[in-house]
């Protein structure tokens, strides 16, 4: 009888012990540990491209944490990307004119929103749109770049955009 | 009877299909099983919790040797910050479910087969029958229920002991940041992609290295020799079905 | 002990019809007729190999005969579903000819095993069951001991204990005397016969000690070559005037029972030429 007991106790305790696990590798190590609970309000960026961007990634101000990207869309008139941010319910004193941008952490880590602070007296409110934007740097195109700047090539720099896009596709083919 | 090799593919259909009706009969066993639960809890027991140890160990040696593995070669890349992400990812996807299946099929599968086997040989199973008890659900459902249960927690304990293991090797002895090693896992590893979906695996792993097990205990020959083939047979096919299954799981899952 | 002569056919609780078995291409029954009557000892004999676990397996609906009708409490067990086939195997107590104790529980878990699994009695009322049951086979002591611990003898008790623990209304004994000691094989001669005229529990009987069976059973059925070869009171059957009851009795080599098992001549075996006579 006790050693029926016993077995019980430690089969209880091994299932708890497989949840703790479970619970903990979800809560600790995924980005559920950066995806905070609290009260959020919604702001809108639109970019030209938002590269390697992804559900959930971070969105920053001077490194540290404010919300996550909740969407991505195309929005169908501009055939741009339009991405909707949750920001903190704490982080409400962003002025208005602050600018965002995708940045990317490391060189080939993921990819974050980051929010450069403006000056206005004003304040983002739930649902407006960031004025200022400006996209994911293309890895590609900064390599297109700087093959065209490097080269002997009297062409101006514009030009270089054009002229360096087509083979990078190709590349990857 | 049927030695010549044309019938080898045959008598190997016919073992699969065997066991697809056992899988049948013993998923209808299982309602009447849960009247012994008790004996369901004892077979988590043997089969989980028992199986602790050496799980615990294999992940942290396993998670040890990635971490120092993954960051020697992503140093070369100047992404050693990348070093728990991708550990982190290898295991939840791939590793934890796969290691701890076959570890699983070693230490549990074969004691499943010596028992049922042993049981079938000293006619214990049909004295059971004699005494109206169904063998299907007093002994198999229960170990196929305490093996799908067991095979993911045990499975989350292994990847829970080898992030530790890398955690200690990058971060205490290689000298990797751990703010950095934290926060690059957390950014990139998803819930549900690759934990959740991790754990289905195991689950799968669980019921099919399970099902192997009791099904070559419960047609073992009752020989000596007829338990001793059953055990290695269990070993053999539980860890071909197990990546056979994985590969296919990864295809469809992901 | 008095025997009373074998009822008119009133009430079998065991009836046997036709009954043909062939098992891996041996002819173990051919068309076997026998009854077995409510509330008697029967005791069966017959060589070894002649099928007489095979029968009670058939009985028991554990080998599907390959003709034939086997009738139990007026089911017919061949076609029973398995539901059923559990219902009616819950009022029949098998002691297995090797025993087939479980050999992860204890003496008394094992005696209290089919308490356990069909009724929910409180742990005393099993207690007081299960003891009573291992006195009668004198195996109280050994309560606590595993199945390994235990001589032949002392497993065949305790597989007894179980197969009564119930109290059935039939009982199946395959040669529950062997292993046992003269003061043992006694005991154990009163308990079945004692479950018998208190309870009326039917017995088969399969035993090879015709002392012990003339003095427990109402009657006997020698089975020889998948036929009753004889059948009668244990008396009628000493008396024996066939050369089956002659020989199985008188325990002669030479007689309608082959002592060998059916093979090839024995010199030509052993690697000589043929003899020709
Ligand atoms: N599973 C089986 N497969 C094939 N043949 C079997 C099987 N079981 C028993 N037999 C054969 O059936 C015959 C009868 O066996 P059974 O065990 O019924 O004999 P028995 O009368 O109980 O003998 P004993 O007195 O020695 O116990 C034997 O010749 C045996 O070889
Ligand atoms: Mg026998």
Redesign the interface.
């Known amino acids: 009888m006790t050693q029926?007991r016993s077995?019980?106790v430690?089969?209880g305790?091994?299932?708890l012990?497989?949840?703790a696990?479970?619970a903990?590798?979800?809560t600790?190590?995924?980005?559920?540990?950066?995806f905070r609970q609290g009260e959020s309000y919604t702001l809108k960026a639109s970019f030209t491209n938002v590269g390697q961007l992804k559900l959930?990634?971070?969105v920053k101000i001077a490194g540290v944490r404010i919300g996550s990207v909740e969407a991505i869309d195309l929005d169908p008139a501009k055939l741009e990307a339009s991405v909707r941010l949750a920001i903190d319910k704490k982080f409400d004193q962003l002025p208005d004119d602050s600018s965002a941008a995708i940045f990317t952490?490391?060189?080939?880590?993921?990819q974050?929103v980051g929010v450069q602070p403006g000056g206005s007296p004003d304040m983002f409110k739930d649902g407006d749109e960031f004025v200022l934007t400006q996209s994911s740097l293309q890895l590609e195109d900064l390599i297109g770049k700087f093959l065209v700047n490097g080269s002997p090539s009297p062409k101006p720099a514009e030009s270089g955009d054009g002229s360096a896009k087509p083979p990078a596709p190709d590349q990857h083919q | 009877m049927s030695a010549r090799p044309t019938s080898r593919l045959g008598d190997a259909l016919a073992q699969v299909g065997a066991c697809g009706l056992f899988l049948l009969q013993v998923l209808g066993a299982v309602p009447k099983s849960l009247r012994h639960f008790r004996e369901t809890i004892r077979q988590i027991w043997f089969v989980g919790a028992m199986s602790l140890v050496i799980i615990m160990t294999c992940g942290l040696f396993v998670g040890a040797v990635l971490g120092l593995q993954l960051y020697d070669v992503l140093s070369r890349f100047g992404a050693s910050a990348m070093s728990g992400t991708v550990v982190a990812l290898a295991l939840y996807r791939e590793l934890g479910p796969v290691v701890t299946a076959l570890l699983f099929a070693g230490r549990a599968g074969t004691s499943i087969t010596a028992e049922i086997g042993l049981m079938r040989a000293t006619d214990q199973l049909a004295a059971m029958e004699m005494m109206a008890v169904d063998p299907l659900a007093y002994v198999a459902a229960p170990r196929f229920i305490a093996g799908v249960v067991a095979l993911p927690l045990l499975a989350c304990v292994f990847n829970a002991m080898a992030i530790l293991g890398a955690h200690a090797v990058c971060v205490s002895w290689l000298g990797l940041d751990g703010g950095t090693f934290w926060s690059n896992m957390t950014a990139s590893v998803d819930v549900w992609t690759d934990v959740v979906n991790g754990v289905w695996k195991s689950v799968a792993f669980g019921a099919v290295c399970t099902l192997i097990a009791t099904f070559n205990g419960y047609t073992t020959a009752p020989t000596s020799e007829g338990v001793a083939y059953a055990t290695t047979r269990t070993v053999v096919f539980s860890s071909i079905a197990t990546l056979a299954l994985d590969f296919v799981m990864t295809a469809f899952l992901t | 002990m008095s025997h009373a002569n074998p009822p008119e056919r009133a009430d079998a609780l065991v009836e046997v019809r036709g009954l043909s078995t062939v098992l891996n291409g041996k002819t173990i029954f051919d068309r076997l007729d026998l009854d077995i009557p409510r509330g008697r000892i029967v005791a069966i004999m017959g060589p070894s190999g002649t099928g007489k676990t095979t029968l009670l397996r058939h009985i028991t609906g554990q080998l599907r005969p390959d003709a034939g009708e086997i009738r139990v409490d007026g089911h017919d067990v061949p076609t029973l579903p398995r539901d059923a086939l559990f219902a009616l195997r819950e009022k029949i107590g098998y002691l297995f000819q090797n025993s087939a104790l479980l050999t992860d529980y204890s003496v008394f878990e094992n005696v209290a095993f089919p308490l356990r699994q069909h009724l929910r009695l409180p742990e005393e009322i099993v207690r007081n069951v299960v003891l009573t049951k291992l006195q009668a086979v004198g195996l109280r002591g050994a309560a606590g001991l595993m199945p390994h611990e235990l001589s032949g003898g002392m497993a065949r008790r305790v597989a007894l204990a179980r197969a009564i623990v119930r109290d059935p209304m039939l009982i199946l004994y395959d040669e529950p005397f062997v292993g046992l000691d003269p003061i043992a094989l006694n005991q154990i001669l009163k308990l079945i016969r004692t479950l018998n005229d208190t309870l009326g529990i039917t017995s088969i009987l399969v035993a090879h000690e015709f002392d012990a069976v003339a003095r427990a059973a109402d009657e006997v059925y020698l089975i020889a070559g998948g036929k009753v070869a004889a059948h009668g009171t244990p008396a009628e059957l000493a008396r024996g005037e066939s050369a089956w009851t002659k020989q199985f009795f008188g325990g002669e080599a030479d007689g309608p029972v082959p002592f060998q098992y059916p093979a090839r001549d024995y010199a030509a075996d052993l690697g000589f030429p043929e003899r020709t006579r």
């Open positions: 029926r077995y019980q430690g089969t305790l091994f299932i012990l497989g949840f696990a479970l903990y590798l979800a600790q190590t995924t980005s559920v540990a950066n959930r990634a971070p952490s490391g060189l080939l880590g993921d974050y």
